[in-house]
């Protein structure tokens, strides 16, 4: 991993977006997230929930006196980039970072990078459990874990008295663990799986897969993946004639969806994830400045708090003094809710919303 890491240092980083830092800063926080590429959408509802929070701080007087810099990074949504811009972002001299949204990319980067400079690392959006499962002491997440969402998922659907479905995923860490747990309690609560596969993310054409779906006539299609695939998956289900509903976790869950997908398409399709939580007085701020919320803004915002109430704890702009502050959160009042890390860094209490897509938008359900 050295070699890795002395080669992500080395690499050009044209192309990684930083907005400007104030030198005299001494409370700097990181963002990493994908700003360019097709989780681009999420990348910004990740950053815009951040530079709120950090205006509300810095508006209020700063932290001690001194007000909060921002380093933002874009990992492109890529693995092999996100280790490039944790690097550079442990470089820099950031206390904590709030990101990635991609547990492919969190997972690596929290271990390889983060860990070794006591860099608390705060994701707003990566749900799948292992990457709170492996003893790290600096990684922690506003948002709950995919067998906590593939279970609310599952258990929504079989409360609907829905017993025969298809199950696909992308491959990817968070696709295929999502898909991992709806599977496994799907069956435990009495359903049958009566098709189970895979799909490349990014392919063009899912025709031939959705064929052999229609042909077993299932009740649901239950997606793990994120939008840029779902939206393809949804406009060519119609296609082929498929009219029983699709369904996916948080992943799917912003309006690009249903652009993807068209409105006919959509319309009707279901999707776990954040949301019914008291936080109208945020999405009003946020509105006003960026638009619709989207399914992690408000996690975000959450994330770039409890850092920043950490610093303030801790005295000092010092790494270890911040992530042990970081992990002596308690009852942290967040829009979202109210926020108690326990020893993984996991809310352990975390309940899932269940969305669906009506008149060209995600509409709370349960």
């Known amino acids: 991993m050295n070699r890795l890491l002395h080669a992500a240092l080395l690499v050009g980083l044209s192309g990684v977006m930083a907005w400007p830092v104030e030198a005299a800063a001494s409370w700097k926080l990181g963002v990493a997230a994908p700003l360019t590429g097709p989780l681009a959408k999420m990348g910004a509802d990740i950053r815009q929930g951040v530079q709120v929070a950090v205006d509300e701080v810095n508006a209020a007087g700063g932290i001690r006196g001194q007000k909060v810099a921002l380093v933002i990074e874009d990992d492109k949504g890529d ?38 400079a006591s860099v608390a690392m705060v994701t707003p959006a990566s749900t799948n459990p292992q990457l709170t499962e492996r003893g790290l002491k600096n990684v922690f997440r506003t948002i709950g874990r995919d067998d906590q969402q593939g279970k609310d998922a599952a258990d929504y659907v079989l409360g609907r008295g829905i017993r025969k479905v298809a199950v696909l995923d992308n491959k990817n860490a968070y696709g295929q663990g999502l898909a991992d747990v709806f599977r496994r309690t799907f069956v435990r609560g009495g359903g049958t799986i009566i098709l189970s596969d895979s799909v490349t993310s990014g392919d063009k054409d899912f025709t031939p897969i959705l064929t052999r779906i229609k ?12 939008y840029q695939d779902a939206g393809l998956l949804a406009k060519q289900a119609r296609r082929v004639g498929i009219r029983f509903p699709l369904m996916g976790g948080d992943g799917i869950l912003d309006g690009t969806f249903v652009t993807l997908a068209g409105l006919k398409a959509a319309e009707g399709t279901l999707a776990t994830g954040p949301g019914g939580t008291s936080q109208k007085g945020f999405n009003v701020v946020y509105s006003k400045r960026f638009g619709e ?14 850092l920043m109430a950490a610093m303030g704890r801790a005295g000092k702009p010092d790494r270890k003094a911040v992530l042990a502050a970081v992990a002596t959160t308690r009852n942290h009042p967040g829009v979202t809710g109210r926020i108690t890390f326990n020893a993984k860094g996991d809310q352990p209490n975390f309940k899932f919303s269940v969305w669906t897509v009506a008149d060209g938008q995600f509409r709370l359900v349960q």
Request: hydrophobic share 40%.
């Open 79 to 116: 693995p092999r980039e996100g280790m490039v811009v944790a690097s550079k972002l442990v470089q820099s001299g950031v206390l904590g970072v709030v990101g990635h949204l991609n547990s492919g990319i969190s997972i690596p980067a929290s271990k390889e990078v983060y860990a070794p």
């Open 215 to 226: 042909a077993k006539q299932p009740e649901l299609l239950f997606f793990g993946g994120e």
């Open 293 to 306: 919320p989207g399914a992690y803004s408000a996690y975000s915002y959450d994330a770039a708090h409890v």
